[in-house]
């Protein structure tokens, strides 16, 4: 190839991919937001009529489903990182030669599919299962007792789902910190946990902001867990946006719905990627 | 303990003498991470135990006895084995689509510096941190808009639109830790462009490439909700276990579970193997 047209050769890689992404994703997020404001039916066809109208009205519809999908993500993302803060500081500071069998651990749960993942905990949940229905016949729980179609189910069942998307970008955060910089610190006279709090905790806030976002943004918009382990009383916003898409051809109020959670996925996503800068969402 | 067998006043006073508290303190982290690994793994586990219940009715969810029987009888069931084919043949196809794909992105974002590279970093990043309801959805509203049958091309569409993200990010922590110096040395040494390629960079971001593709089978396979909008009329192994699991769950549906988790690890045990070697068969130093 002649010299001159050398700095074509990148553009040549990433065309094939880049045009995928941009005909199969791009191209149709600009197509549901302009079915939102288009009105009709499936039967006399739709036309753009700019129904800006309907942003509003599925607010009102659908407010409550919201806040919960909203409340739900929040609780899940405190209760990941709860859980994951600790074990990948385990993995990264205290693993030795094991850490990639650890790792490896952590991962290996998600070669099973989701749904299955997810039928298996409404096994575990189940009113007369062998967990609680043990217990029950037992009598160490009333008989009334249950998990199941409860939040607490679709809570952990998200929870549980959701755990790896958090360990592991705390992995990575907590890996790049020097112990020599922890091992100072103890020099200093810095107390343990003084040492955690004031060095190893801030530099490992990028895996903090990553392991949240990662996990809030599925959260949030997961219909999976409350459609299997939950109840009418749990409904997500994922399950009404599938619903209306899928059961009641109800496309601009469906895409209307979609459009919003895009649009506050895409508000963090951009609040992150100044926080990090762009090249670092890849690696 | 042989300190306590010393006579206490020849011992000097330690700095830090580690307390009965500060030894059990140590073992918290340790233990924690031992339950919460064991919490990842219950449900896998109760996924194989109940693969091998002999259950009365249709609800597969109390331990009544252990049998083979749903192992032999699965594979006679085309309501079973038809949507794990179409599964098989899904992801097959996008995984080859999107490992090249996304390859090539990812070898573009290492190796070179051009103009748009922020740009391309989030229209690579920002699909992977859209949720899967919303992937799902804007494809179908943009198929109902054009009037394409959904069918096992579009789900192929969607699951290699989906995978190039993932792809293109474990290529890229593969090929960041590669030495551009073995590249020049085979041109020093009269290798071309192409055959240095195909001679020392491929085999090298091999064990990269493998390792994106299982990733991209794995979520492919796996995949119900983005699927569940695309796929019309035909039913994948997931859109399957979803329908069925409304009126119980069957343990066909634990079986094939088991017998994917088995042929996971069969795959990364290969993929580890295959690193292994390509490292120990070039021994890098360290830039």
């Keep these: 190839m002649p010299r001159h047209w050398r700095w074509l050769v990148p553009y040549l890689f990433l065309v094939p991919g880049g045009l995928w992404l941009l005909a199969f994703f791009v191209v149709p997020m600009l197509v549901m937001a302009s079915v939102s404001l288009q009105t009709g039916s499936l039967g006399t066809g739709y036309a753009l009529t700019w129904n800006f109208g309907v942003y509003p009205e599925m607010v009102q519809a659908w407010a409550p489903q919201f806040g919960r999908s909203l409340w739900y993500a929040l609780i899940v993302t405190a209760l990941t990182l709860a859980v994951g803060y600790p074990m990948a500081y385990t993995i990264a500071f205290r693993g030795g030669r094991y850490k990639n069998v650890l790792l490896l651990l952590v991962i290996l749960p998600f070669f099973t599919a989701y749904i299955i993942r997810t039928l298996s905990w409404k096994l575990i949940l189940a009113d007369n299962g062998f967990v609680l229905g043990s217990l029950k016949d037992a009598g160490i729980l009333e008989a009334g007792f249950r998990v199941i179609a409860t939040p607490m189910a679709v809570i952990s069942g998200l929870t549980y789902n959701f755990l790896p998307f958090m360990v592991l970008p705390l992995y990575v955060a907590l890996e790049k910190v020097d112990p020599k910089l922890v091992e100072a610190a103890a020099d200093l006279y810095a107390s343990r946990v003084h040492a955690f709090l004031r060095v190893t905790l801030p530099l490992s806030m990028p895996g903090v902001f990553a392991g949240s976002l990662l996990t809030f943004i599925p959260a949030i918009g997961d219909f999976i867990n409350s459609e299997i382990l939950g109840s009418r009383d749990t409904t997500m916003i994922g399950q009404i946006i599938q619903r209306l898409f899928l059961n009641n051809n109800a496309y601009p109020e469906a895409a209307a719905l979609g459009f919003m959670l895009m649009a506050a996925v895409l508000a963090m996503v951009v609040v992150y990627a100044r926080v990090v800068g762009a090249d670092e969402l890849t690696r | ?287």
């Design chain 2, 1 to 287: 303990m042989t300190a306590t067998s010393l006579p206490a006043a020849a011992q000097p006073v330690p700095l830090r003498r580690p307390t009965v508290g500060t030894r059990l303190g140590r073992l918290v982290l340790p233990v924690f991470t031992g339950l919460a690994v064991l919490y990842l793994f219950l449900p896998i586990a109760v996924m194989i135990a109940f693969s091998f219940n002999d259950p009365a009715g249709r609800q597969n969810i109390t331990w009544q006895g252990f049998t083979l029987r749903n192992y032999l009888d699965v594979w006679g069931r085309p309501d079973v084995t038809g949507p794990m084919a179409n599964s098989l043949i899904v992801a097959v196809v996008a995984t080859l689509i999107a490992t090249v794909l996304g390859t090539l992105i990812g070898m573009a974002l290492t190796r070179y510096d051009f103009r748009g590279r922020n740009g391309l970093n989030l229209l690579i990043f920002i699909p992977m941190a859209t949720p899967e309801i919303i992937l799902g959805a804007s494809l179908l509203s943009m198929f109902v808009s054009v009037g394409v049958q959904r069918d096992l091309p579009t789900i192929v569409i969607a699951h290699v639109m989906f995978n190039i993200s993932y792809v293109v990010v474990t290529v890229r922590a593969r090929i960041a830790g590669f030495n551009r110096s073995l590249e020049e040395a085979a041109m020093d040494l009269g290798a071309n462009e192409w055959q240095t390629f195909r001679r020392v960079t491929f085999p090298l971001i091999f064990p990269g490439i493998l390792a994106a593709a299982l990733l991209a089978f794995a979520l492919s396979i796996d995949d119900y909700v983005i699927t569940s909008f695309v796929a019309g009329r035909s039913i994948t192994f997931p859109l399957w276990v979803f329908g069925v699991s409304r009126l119980g769950v069957p343990p066909e549906v634990n079986v094939l579970g088991t017998l994917i988790f088995v042929v996971a690890l069969v795959f990364i045990g290969v993929q580890i193997w295959s690193q292994r070697r390509a490292i120990s068969a070039v021994p890098e130093p360290r830039a």
